[in-house]
């Protein structure tokens, strides 16, 4: 059958009209950045330990608000400063006030022109020193002028992660061996306010009121950023290669694209996927052989929104259309190597030493057929060999049938997509539980670190906070219970608890006077409030899929780390009345939650289940490295637990008989490669045919 039977295009638009969701919900790539935000920000400076390193997330993450069926997100970038350095330009006054996030002193930069637009020296001049009686900053000039080498700001910074390769002014770090996504970490350094050289950009006139005045008020109060990189044509030069710095607009950036209409967003997304999977755009896979970047596909998105009228968007859209339009317009400014940076005047991103006339002629080649039977079958086909069996059909044959019968399809690939977000969501908390336990294994909690950390999983989900708080907590009765008490791990506690919350008063009364602090009371506070976090989260998570019941069952008892308080403290009666509902309802349970074994929750179990992880990770060297064996199933926890109160309590044969009968049915239904799971159960069993 013909293709002209009807328009392929307005098939493609209604597809990612009903399948990009927004706003985001949780997902791998936006909990992962909050990881990395949170490990960037626990390192210290190499030439100041009380200097901070204040991380933010760009990229992709931070770009995009709507969530679509094919991410591509390939990797997780964060820009960070250094809070004892700053730039200004140059000239410009002193500062004599900080935002609060400053080090007391700091070393000042000043901004000096290349010959290339858009990219900068930076002289270290001045000296910032915090006076004490009244917050206010007095400088101190230099008596030797020095120009900050471009790989200086990482020369002050320690790191325990190896560096895999450098992309422009990014550090990129392969997780692909954790299955993770790699992560690129620029260093930069902070200026407060907007550049000289992008003077023209608020000012200039603007037809179509993109971006509006408040928008740009918002945008030229974020300043910019200094990153350490020398023009394509300085590189090999032996001063500018190592001297040269450029200016960076990714926190403008992301104000603007986080202005979008979620229209505007699905034709940057399919922009970005089309050149990324033509193998259009430089990317780490495709061994340079590309000479665009998705920043030249920013920048075109950035003056198109400028330039084109509302309407231009929104009547009759059809994202084929103004995609086959915007790729046009890409190869006719990549020709005539005016490709207009979008802050910076005079700032041309391509020239004729970059090869743009073959990828150009492909772009200019595209009309809106090509592009829609494209999509169909590498975008909307790509959904189907992801398991999206039944619009295979659409793929097989795009226009097979009538077309109200192919739209049929179409709308039912929304319930698909549904499930395909909620098993997104369900990897994420799962990612969650099992991370951040692994993080107070790994990392010395401090104030900066939590109040980072948390920050961005309170932006993701409030249940994630929530989440982070309870590990937070039990670290710090851990370090008590082995280090004795320290202020600062009272601050740590402030930091996440709030310090006007009850709680966090509660546990604050403790320690007035020192002189009374008993630590094995305050211990045991700070774990009563951990296991009150950990069952706010489940009680939140169990809201969440229970209002998705219909899509996907998915089974949680919210009590699970409820019962371990009273265990803890002997109340067995209390443990067993909180356990034995919870195992009637995991044991035929399809999908359940995770109870994670790090040594933070150690001090929550008794002595035999830590002593049969130990033996698990010291026997077998393979499980150390095998994450199901640092958990076992909310099912077994509830098991080991009841089956431990009916020891104590002395229940009759009759009640163990029955709760073997239980642990026998779970360890057929438990997978067998779950050996922590396995042999908690073994370990049950034999308790009860011994009676210990």
């Known amino acids: 059958m013909a293709y002209e039977c009807f328009d392929c295009s307005k098939i493609v638009t209604r597809f990612l009209l009903d399948t990009c969701v ?40 931070a770009e995009f608000y709507i969530q679509p069926m094919l991410s591509d997100i390939g990797d997780i970038d964060v820009m960070f400063y250094w809070n004892a350095q700053l730039a200004i330009p140059r000239g410009h006054p002193l500062p004599t006030q900080l935002p609060a996030e400053f080090h007391k002193c700091v070393n000042v930069h000043e901004i000096i022109d290349s010959h290339l637009p858009g990219y900068v020296y930076l002289e270290l001049n001045y000296l910032l020193i915090q006076r004490v009686e009244d917050d206010t900053y007095e400088y101190f000039e230099y008596d030797e002028k020095v120009l900050l080498r471009n790989s200086t700001p990482w020369a002050n910074i320690k790191t325990h992660m190896s560096p895999t390769a450098i992309h422009g002014p990014a550090v990129r770090h392969d997780n692909s061996y954790l299955s993770l996504l790699s992560l690129d970490e620029v260093c930069c350094i902070r200026c407060l306010l907007w550049p000289p050289q992008a003077a023209d950009w608020p000012a200039r006139h603007r ?118 339009e915007l790729l046009n317009t890409s190869a006719v400014w990549s020709i005539d190597t005016r490709y207009p940076h ?21 772009l200019m080649s595209l009309d809106k057929e ?54 997104n969501i369900w990897q994420a908390d799962q990612y969650v539980v099992l991370g951040i336990p692994a993080h107070a294994s790994s990392y010395s909690f401090t104030v900066h670190y939590c109040a980072c950390f948390m ?77 009150e976090h950990l069952t706010t989260y489940r009680q939140f998570l169990a809201r969440y899929f229970d209002s998705a019941a219909t899509i996907i069952e998915i089974t949680i008892v919210t009590t699970d780390f409820e019962a371990l308080y009273p265990y803890k403290r002997g109340d067995y009666q209390r443990c067993l009345q909180l356990s034995k509902p919870n195992v009637h309802t995991l044991l035929y349970a399809d999908v359940m939650l995770s109870v994670p074994i790090y040594s933070v929750f150690i001090q929550l179990l008794d002595d035999d289940i830590v002593s049969l992880t130990a033996m698990t990770l010291i026997v077998g060297p393979k499980c150390r490295g095998a994450s199901n064996n640092y958990y076992v199933s909310q099912l077994t926890l509830s098991l080991y637990l009841m089956t431990q109160c009916q020891l104590k309590l002395h229940h009759s044969v009759t009640s163990l008989a029955q709760t073997l009968d239980h642990i026998k049915v779970a360890r057929r239904r438990l997978r067998r490669e779950k050996t922590l799971d396995q042999l908690t159960l073994m370990l049950i069993a034999r308790k009860v045919y011994t009676g210990q």
């Open 22 to 61: 927004y706003p985001p919900r949780p997902s791998i790539p936006r909990v992962q950045a909050a990881e990395f935000v949170g490990i960037i920000a626990e390192r210290l400076s190499a030439v100041h330990d009380e200097g901070k390193l204040i991380p933010l997330t760009t990229g992709s993450v």
């Open 207 to 324: 037809n179509y009121d993109w971006p509006d005045s408040v928008t740009i008020d918002r945008v030229v109060s974020n300043g910019c950023d200094v990153v350490g990189v020398a023009h394509r044509h300085c590189r090999q030069d032996e001063w500018m290669g190592k001297c040269q710095c450029r200016l960076s607009f990714s926190r403008a950036e992301i104000v603007l694209i986080n202005s979008w209409t979620p229209e505007l967003q699905i034709v940057y997304h399919v922009l970005r996927y089309f050149m990324k999977t033509a193998l259009l755009t430089e990317s780490v896979d495709n061994s340079g052989a590309g000479t665009l970047s998705n920043y030249h596909i920013k920048t075109l998105m950035l003056w198109a929104c400028e330039l084109k009228p509302i309407n231009w968007w929104t009547k009759n859209v059809n994202f084929v259309r103004l995609c086959v």
């Open 342 to 362: 979008y802050f910076v005047s005079n700032c041309n991103l391509v020239d004729i030493s970059l090869n743009v006339i073959s990828v150009a002629s492909k």
């Open 370 to 423: 090509y592009l829609s039977t494209w999509l169909v079958n590498n975008y909307i086909g790509q959904c189907a060999r992801l398991g999206l069996f039944y619009i295979s059909r659409l793929v097989n044959d795009p226009i097979a049938g009538e077309e109200s019968q192919t739209l049929v399809s179409l709308l039912d690939i929304v319930r698909l997509n549904s499930l395909g977000l909620l098993h």
């Open 455 to 531: 920050n961005e999983l309170t932006k993701i989900d409030k249940r994630f906070s929530v989440y982070f708080a309870a590990v937070t907590l039990l670290y710090v009765a851990r370090r008590i219970s082995r280090n004795g008490f320290d202020d600062k791990l009272l601050d740590i506690v402030a930091t996440v608890l709030g310090i006007n919350t009850d709680q966090c008063q509660n546990i604050f009364c403790w320690c007035r006077p020192r002189t009374e602090v008993n630590p094995l009371e305050l211990v045991e506070l700070l774990q009563k409030s951990a296991i």
